[in-house]
């Protein structure tokens, strides 16, 4: 007589993870972090360059023509919002721009997509050069105005960290409608339409077999 093999135990839910896959979680997070932070420093310091340098070149001067009258540089002081919007809001959206930073580092304590720490950089980056001006600029802390430079005919004059902003939250956007969360996985939805057609899919090969 054949005896019967035992089967193993299989892990309970509440099993501990490897210690060697935890710390390379952790490794991968830091990483991530690491590319949020450069991509957020990098912004900042193209941002605030750009806007030390046409403030000592051309401000109090005509505008430059870039592409025609399309485009120009101009130097405009902007106490509203990005692309020149409330202007009689200046001290709300200092505090919005706080706010935003401190929910993108809130998300950055889980973050492990490298795409949304590209994201989460623009914006980061962008936040924090606009809020340096409100913060540090005339006419006083809080109130300071933004300075915006590119002139868009028919459109706004903004900065750089204005761009910065809108690349970033339209990374996030393609993201959000693509599925993807900042830790990684996949939103519920899309995660259980995958398995259902993986599902499909094997019920198919069994029939063919």
């Known amino acids: 007589m054949q005896q019967a093999a035992v089967a193993e135990p299989a892990p309970t839910a509440g099993a501990e993870a490897p210690a060697g896959a935890t710390a390379s979680t952790g490794g991968a997070r830091r990483r991530r972090i690491g590319v949020l932070l450069l991509v957020a420093v990098l912004a900042y310091l193209i941002d605030l360059g750009s806007k030390l340098l046409v403030v000592a070149r051309l401000e109090g001067h005509s505008p430059i023509q870039v592409v025609g009258d399309v485009v120009t540089l101009q130097v405009i002081r902007n106490g ?71 002139s868009v005919q028919h459109f706004a004059v903004f900065n750089l960290a204005d761009s910065a902003i809108v690349c970033g939250g339209i990374l996030v956007v393609l993201l959000s409608f693509r599925g993807s969360n900042p830790d990684g996985t996949a939103h519920q939805g899309n995660a259980k339409a995958g398995s259902a057609a993986e599902g499909t899919g094997s019920e198919g090969a069994g029939t063919e077999e």
């Not at 959206?93 to 973050?111: D, G, N, P, Q, Y």
């Open 80 to 150: 509203g919002a990005a692309f020149g919007m409330g202007q009689a809001m200046t001290i709300v959206f200092t505090m919005i721009a706080a706010a935003v930073i401190v929910v993108i580092w809130r998300i950055a304590r889980r973050l492990y997509s490298l795409p949304w720490a590209v994201a989460l950089g623009l914006l980061l980056g962008g936040a924090f050069g606009n809020l340096t001006d409100r913060l540090f600029r005339a006419p006083q802390v809080f109130r300071g105005h933004v300075v915006d430079f590119i």
